[in-house]
């Protein structure tokens, strides 16, 4: 059964990542997913501040998420509000566990994501931009850690909804894996789903993340096109 | 690298500019590479993103309606903000606008109203009553030198691009969508200071360098409509209309291609009364 | 068993062998395989695998020849940035400072890395040859493009003075000191390199460029 825009029930809509985006951060990505526009930025590692926030065996991770005023039909005040906080803090679960914490001990990595037009699936277009910039920055990661969401839309389990879908559909589910283990970092949901419809939407949204990374590789190759060391 | 100028660097920069040259080999009046794009952003009514040398800005538009304020009944109200979010620059903190965000927007807020660069009487619906509120919401992406030009001309270019829907007298929304009334396109110019030598545009490490800084602001017909003294230092009265001069000059060069890239028309090309 | 070939780019997760390989910078082991952990060009030697990456903060190592700014002032000594997620100290004992002249904050500092701690706490020693740096321009490269800079046994290095008659110092950690000869040259041409540094032919092209 075709959706609101045309898509088939395990059909992303179209993606463009672009790495290495920015002048002054240390790593950066920009992506556009579906009509979402969304830019990730990394500094780090670098020294923590304030100090006692310190770890000496490891470095600490923090991550903003933030949408901007005119993101959205009605605008928003200037300034991470409480959802934004939450999403700052499920992002940080998704993306340290695949970063190698331990080699930089004493040190701060911070991630930021920016909001400039939200159109649903915004923390996993996120994750997805600030996973690439992650690595953009040169920081050790096991592995890319790529992010989509899946759903319940008219009694249909489906991939990545649209901003219509998220407000008429019956559940919304964002994920996010580390693709070598596949181990689930990000896993979030509301709505209303039976056991199996849960199964189900986990493993799409799976399915889902697992496109994603190759467009995540392509992204970084992309920046290094022609690349060789003599 | 930490945020601190090296002093072996300001030195540098300073033995150039007593010789009238630059790091990045500009004359002391030129600006860096500048590229404006705009309609970026559906959500917003209008939107820019201006690139000039490393600097990115992005300038959305919001269009809402409300009150206005009690002694101005029958006009519409401009509000302008700023963020220097955290990803622009290593030193940026995330947090309420401090000096330096709020000085950024209110001083290119400055040189857009006093311009009367956007028609406020047309922004009113019943006067008294509800007027449209015309939200500029500057958010910085990369920081590399020179907010202020880069902000004002994201700003003016977002605003000369604007669509906002046409309200029924009780604020019903109508189908129909109009043009944003902007009439003058105004252009900031900030130059700093370093040693004796006026720069325009400075790049980041020029800014870092600076004794001052100071902004003047022209509109289509070359008049000043804002001057901004900042950062600590001064100026001679010279150095100052010296300044004033150049912007009327490259205020305009930037004026022609923003009028390209929006396709403004002048609406009121002969009227002495602005 | 090899999953990539000699200088494939990969990026971090990406499995490149497993069995009897030791699993050099760039790369991590997990139940007996090896995967890369940045992004960069794979290189195996005989069993062994590295990954070089592209990108990355310099992180201090011992006998390493830096470049840095003094960021505070102590009470026997300085903090020095040496572009790195840690600072480095520099004790006064460490520095000949002639009698009328000091070390400020914002000076800058040629000196060696005498001591990495565990937990990357970094001395430095600025005698002769090293110390305070009085002339000549700074540039910045990322510290990773460095061995490009220098050239295989200096020969890029060398090419680049040669043909701008400038001294350049180079520090491992990305910070470039040069003085005398064609100065502005020079930094272009070193900025070339860094932003050129992946892309096949770079020697003849800096050639090129510092012929014209």
């Known amino acids: 059964m075709k959706r609101i825009d045309g898509r088939d029930a395990e059909e992303l809509r179209e993606i463009n990542i672009e790495a ?49 005023p005119f993101s959205v039909e009605e605008r928003k005040r200037p300034g991470p509000d409480r959802r934004a906080v939450e999403i700052g803090k499920v992002m940080q679960g998704a993306l340290e566990p695949a970063i190698l914490m331990h080699y930089y001990p004493k040190s701060m990595i911070e991630i930021s994501v920016e909001v400039l037009e939200a159109n649903a699936g915004t923390r996993c277009a996120g994750i997805t931009a600030a996973s690439v910039a992650l690595a953009d920055a040169g920081i050790p990661m096991r ?68 496109k994603v990374y190759t467009l995540q590789v392509e992204a970084l190759k992309k920046k290094y096109a022609g690349a060789e060391y003599e | 690298m930490s945020e601190i100028l090296p002093l072996i660097k300001k030195q540098y ?54 009150e206005p304020y ?102 019903t929304p109508t189908e129909e969508y109009v043009d944003l009334p902007v009439r003058d396109l105004a252009i900031p110019c900030t130059f700093v200071k370093l040693g004796d030598v006026l720069l325009l545009d400075p790049s980041l490490d020029e800014e870092k360098a600076m004794d001052s800084r100071i902004t003047v602001a022209t509109d289509k017909k070359q008049r000043v409509c804002a001057m901004q003294k900042g950062e600590i230092g001064g100026f001679s009265l010279d150095e100052v209309m010296q300044t004033v001069r150049t912007s009327k000059v490259k205020g305009e060069e930037i004026r022609a291609v923003m009028r390209e890239v929006v396709q403004w028309e002048d609406s009121e090309p002969d009227t002495e009364e602005n | 068993m090899l999953h990539i070939k000699n200088k ?51 992180i201090p190592k011992q006998g390493d020849a830096v470049i840095g700014v003094i960021s505070y002032e102590r009470f026997n000594g300085w903090k020095v940035d040496i572009n790195s997620p840690y600072e480095a100290l520099l004790s006064d004992k460490d520095i000949y400072i002639g009698r009328y002249d000091s070390l400020k904050v914002g000076d800058m500092v040629y000196a060696r890395i005498v001591r990495v701690s565990e937990i990357f706490e970094t001395s430095l020693y600025a005698k002769r ?46 910070l470039v ?10 930094a272009k041409a070193c900025h070339m390199v860094d932003r050129e540094a992946h892309i096949p032919g770079l020697t003849d092209r800096i050639n090129d460029f510092l012929s014209r």
Not at chain 1, 24 to 49: F, H, M, T
Request: with cysteine; charged share 30%.
């Open chain 2, 70 to 171: 009690s002694d101005t009944p029958n006009e519409g109200v401009m509000i302008t903000g700023a963020e220097l979010i955290p990803m622009a620059a290593p030193d940026f903190e995330a947090g309420p606008p401090g000096q330096n965000a709020v000085e950024l927007a209110r001083v290119v807020d400055r040189g857009i109203r006093e311009s009367q660069a956007i028609d406020t009487i047309k922004l009113c619906v019943k006067e008294g009553e509800l007027v449209r509120l015309v939200f500029v919401d500057l958010h910085i992406l990369d920081y590399d030198g020179n907010l202020i030009d880069a902000c004002g001309i994201a700003a003016m270019a977002a605003l000369a691009t604007t669509k906002m829907q046409v309200l029924e007298e009780d604020g």
């Open chain 1, 20 to 68: 290495g985006v920015l002048k002054r951060a240390d790593g950066s990505c920009y992506i556009e997913w579906g009509k979402n526009k969304i830019y990730a930025a990394v500094y780090g590692p670098k020294q923590v501040l304030p100090r006692h926030l310190e770890r000496s065996d490891r470095a600490i991770l923090r991550c903003r998420y933030n949408m901007a």
């Open chain 1, 143 to 210: 592995d890319l850690v790529p992010s989509c969401a899946s759903g319940k839309v008219d009694d249909q389990i489906v991939l990545d909804l649209c901003k219509e879908e998220d407000n008429e559909g019956q559940a919304d589910m964002p994920v996010a894996i580390i693709p070598r283990s596949d181990q689930i970092t990000l896993l979030q949901m509301d709505g209303k789903l039976t056991e199996e419809e849960v199964e189900k939407a986990i493993a799409l949204a799976i399915r889902g993340c697992q």
């Open chain 3, 177 to 186: 000191w040069i003085r005398g000869g064609k100065k502005e040259l020079t």
């Open chain 2, 13 to 66: 920069l300073l033995e150039l500019a007593k010789e009238r040259k630059r790091e990045d080999e500009r004359g002391l009046d030129e600006y860096r590479p500048l590229d404006i794009q705009v309609s970026s952003v559906e959500k917003a009514e209008g939107s820019a993103v201006v690139t000039l040398g490393g600097t990115k800005v992005f300038a959305g538009i919001k269009v809402d309606a409300g």
């Open chain 3, 8 to 58: 494939d780019m990969v990026v971090p997760g990406t499995f490149l062998a497993e069995g009897d390989y030791i699993h050099e910078s760039g790369t991590y082991k997990e139940q007996g395989k090896i995967y890369a952990n940045v992004v960069g060009i794979t290189y195996v030697d005989r069993r062994r695998i590295r990954v070089v990456s592209l990108e990355g903060k310099y």
């Open chain 3, 129 to 174: 040859p090293y110390g305070k740096l009085d002339n000549g321009i700074v540039i910045e490269i990322h510290s990773a493009r460095v061995p490009r800079l220098i050239g295989r046994k200096g020969s890029m290095i060398k090419l680049i003075k040669e043909k701008t008659g400038s001294i350049i110092t180079v520090g491992q950690n990305g």
